[in-house]
């Protein structure tokens, strides 16, 4: 068993992803307690499906009945391109520089899980990539690939947190990690003292509801609150801000991942064609782009919101 557990994670890496760690499906109940603690705060905001069915969201079997093991992986996103800062541009978030995430990642699992079966007939299992309930940080954290930060995104020491994560559950027993990363963010607070509009409440908890990407990318409304729309810092879409400032993101390097790379070259995005989108237009321009996440609703009112705050 231990060398097919060394033989599928070889494969993972072989894949294109960059770290992985097997840990058995046992339920999440301290994270569990923690999410129903930052519900109960409000912190979600308007993000109502993170309310719904907790137990479900800790413990995997509810997801898989039939997992003996939990497969999790991690691909760093990271390219070594920066923002222009130009008032008639927003600044898109890096890990939606590229084509969509999900489908990157989902392919790669897919044909990890296709390889696993090929190996054993009788493996079943079940790809997970952030839409799924899976609360993917705790499960990277408890596979050993990282810890939590202060700013609620997990770290590593190789990438650091500029990292996308997947899971397989699968139906067999494998070779489970022994340990996991020990919190290196020691006394540094530099993600809590950057956020412009202070979403980091305390070390380890944000609330969305004063987060720039929660407000640009997930809230629905016609005008953006008005703490977040004075503190835009030129943000149109996203916000990577507790992460420029980590210290352990000096550590960043480029991925082989070419599909991350900026389409079109661009990492910031210009105002006025936003607003003069057609949804024919804004279906084709973002098509297979993590930034559908936002309708183009959202995205036309971010536009108009930071071109006020630049006036």
């Known amino acids: 068993m231990a060398s097919l557990t060394e033989n599928i994670k070889r494969k993972a890496l072989g894949i294109g992803f960059h ?7 046992e339920a999440l109940w301290r994270e569990e307690k923690t999410l129903k603690e930052w519900l109960n705060r409000g912190f979600h905001g308007e993000m109502a499906w993170m309310a719904r069915d907790p137990a479900k969201r800790s413990d995997p079997r509810q997801l898989f009945p039939d997992a003996s093991s939990v497969v999790v992986v991690a691909l760093n996103y990271f390219t070594p391109h920066q923002h222009t800062e130009d008032s008639d541009k927003g600044k898109i978030s890096r890990y939606a520089w590229g084509d969509d995430y999900h489908d990157v990642i989902k392919e790669k699992l897919r044909v990890l899980l296709a390889w696993i079966k090929n190996e054993i007939p009788e493996a079943e299992g079940k790809i997970c990539v952030d839409t799924a309930p899976m609360m993917d940080k705790a499960w990277a954290v408890r596979a050993g690939l990282g810890w939590l930060g202060k700013h609620s995104n997990v770290i590593t020491k190789e990438y650091g947190s500029w ?12 070779e489970y990690e022994t340990e996991t990363v020990l919190d290196h963010c020691g006394s540094c607070t530099a993600c809590i003292d950057a956020c412009p509009t202070s979403a980091i409440v305390e070390p380890y908890v944000v609330d969305s509801r004063k987060c720039i990407s929660y407000a640009t990318i997930e809230l629905r409304t016609a005008t953006l609150p008005l703490e977040i729309a004075d503190n835009l810092n030129g943000w149109f879409y996203g916000c990577d801000i507790c992460q ?28 006025d064609a936003v607003e003069s989108l057609t949804p024919e237009k804004y279906a084709e321009r973002f098509r297979r782009s993590a930034i559908k996440r936002a309708k183009l609703s959202a995205l036309q009112r971010n536009a108009k919101f930071l071109k006020r705050s630049s006036d």
């Open 163 to 174: 990292i996308f994560i997947g899971e397989i559950l699968l139906n067999i027993e494998l």
């Open 244 to 271: 420029d400032v980590c210290p352990w993101n000096r550590f960043e390097k480029p991925t082989e991942e070419l599909r991350f790379e900026p389409r079109l070259n661009e990492t910031v995005i210009e105002l």
């Open 19 to 25: 770290k992985v760690g097997i840990v058995p499906p």
